[in-house]
C-alpha cells in the first residue's frame, strides 16, 4: 500500500514561490510514476505535472509550463513540485499521485494512489 503525504502548502502573495513534497510513509515510491493535480473551490481536478520512475520525462499543463517544475529524489522517497511566479489562479488543492502503469500522465483516473492534498493560496 502506498501513503501519501503532502507538505509545502500554505499562504503567499502573487509572484511568490512554494516548493510543494510528496513522501511516501509506505512502499518506496521509486518504480511509480508521480503526479501533481489541483482542484480548485467548485471546479473539476486538473494535471498539473507528471514525472517517470527515474525522472527522465516530465509532463506539465500549459498553465504550469515555465513556471513550475516537477523533480524526484527517489533516495529520500519524495517528489516535489517547485512552483515560482505563482498567481491568484493558482489557489487550489493540491494533491499528489502516484501511478502503476502506463498510460496516460494527463488522466487522474489512471493513478492509484492519492495523498490527501494541500492548499496553496495565493493573495493577490
Known amino acids: 500500500q502506498v501513503q501519501l503525504v503532502e507538505s509545502g502548502g500554505g499562504l503567499v502573495q502573487a509572484g511568490g514561490s512554494l516548493r510543494l513534497s510528496c513522501a511516501s510513509s509506505?512502499?518506496?515510491?521509486?518504480?511509480?510514476?508521480m503526479g501533481w493535480f489541483r482542484q480548485a473551490q467548485g471546479k473539476e481536478r486538473e494535471f498539473v505535472a507528471a514525472?517517470?520512475?527515474?525522472?527522465?520525462?516530465?509532463y506539465y499543463s500549459d498553465s504550469a509550463k515555465g513556471r513550475f517544475t516537477i523533480s524526484r529524489d527517489n533516495a529520500k522517497n519524495t517528489v516535489y513540485l517547485q512552483m515560482n511566479s505563482l498567481k491568484p489562479e493558482d489557489t487550489a488543492v493540491y494533491y499528489c499521485?502516484?501511478?502503476?502503469?502506463?498510460?496516460?500522465?494527463?488522466?487522474?483516473?489512471?493513478?492509484?494512489?492519492w495523498g490527501q492534498g494541500t492548499q496553496v493560496t495565493v493573495s493577490s
Open positions: 514525472i517517470n520512475w527515474n525522472g527522465e520525462f516530465t
Open positions: 499521485a502516484a501511478k502503476v502503469y502506463s498510460g496516460s500522465y494527463y488522466y487522474s483516473g489512471q493513478y492509484d494512489y
Open positions: 509506505g512502499r518506496t515510491l521509486s518504480t511509480y510514476s
